[in-house]
């Protein structure tokens, strides 16, 4: 099991912004992609974004391209998620996990940890 840790949630206006952060440790951060989910109530988790540890390549979902912007930050080893021009359908529950957004194994995963909350409301 990998275990990885999330931050930076809160409640923001709409048109406001937030940057979660992603603990993992280096060796989580070389040998695995890291992708932020998200779960709102009554919806399906989905993918939002995700950083190829190969080639720091990356997928937004389309929901969320050009407001959101994944990075690695090594001096932190943290995979930050910034989120900007925010709006209400952003709120849910955010999760980050050792997975590819388009693998065929995150329906199989079952190490989510707590996850951080995202309230965007006025």
């Known amino acids: 099991q990998v275990q990885l840790v999330e931050s930076g949630g809160g409640l923001v206006q709409p048109g406001g912004s937030l940057r979660l952060s992603c603990a993992a440790s280096?060796?989580?951060?070389?040998?695995?992609?890291i992708g932020w989910f998200r779960q709102a109530p009554g919806k399906e988790r989905e993918a939002v974004s995700c950083l190829s540890s190969m080639d720091n390549s990356t997928y937004y979902a389309d929901s969320v391209k050009g407001r959101f912007t994944i990075s690695r930050d090594n001096a932190k080893n943290t995979v930050d998620l910034q989120m900007n021009s925010l709006i209400p359908e952003d709120t849910a529950v955010y999760y980050c996990?050792?997975?590819?957004?388009?693998?065929?194994?995150?329906?199989?995963?079952?190490?989510w940890g707590q996850g951080t909350q995202v309230t965007v409301s006025s």
């Open positions: 996990a050792p997975l590819w957004c388009e693998s065929v194994a995150i329906g199989e995963y079952e190490y």
């Open positions: 280096r060796h989580t951060l070389d040998y695995y992609a």
